[in-house]
């Protein structure tokens, strides 16, 4: 079992920067891959950013340019730093955890999420 925490969501202005943390408990040696996730009213959640266990990082293409996803392995944390919000950017953010078994088997692990909304 992993549990996530999030922090650092909130209010901005758009052009603004916030920085989201994501700290990491439990069978953390088990994680494959982390990322961030969003989830706007009314959409589907989306992917925002990913690393792997070897550093490799995928973004969407909405925040390519704009958002860096970083980890700190002595602090288990997770962090995405946000640049040049637009208010498109608003939406509930999502940290996930992704183990994978011996077996091929993986589990996602959520964490609460936390709002960030951007004013235009």
């Known amino acids: 079992q992993v549990q996530l925490v999030e922090s650092g969501g909130g209010l901005v202005q758009a052009g603004g920067s916030l920085r989201l943390s994501c700290t990491a408990s439990g069978s953390i040696f088990s994680i494959n891959a982390m990322g961030w996730y969003r989830q706007a009213p009314g959409k589907q959640r989306e992917l925002v950013a990913r690393i792997t266990s070897g550093g490799s990082t995928n973004y969407a293409d909405s925040v390519k340019g704009r958002f860096t996803i970083s980890r700190d392995n002595a602090k288990n944390t997770l962090y995405l730093q946000m640049n040049s919000l637009k208010p498109e950017d608003t939406a509930v953010y999502y940290c996930?955890?992704?183990?994978?078994?011996?077996?091929?088997?993986?589990?996602?692990?959520w964490g609460q999420g936390t709002q960030v909304t951007v004013s235009s």
């Open positions: 996930n955890a992704v183990t994978v078994t011996t077996v091929k088997l993986e589990f996602h692990y």
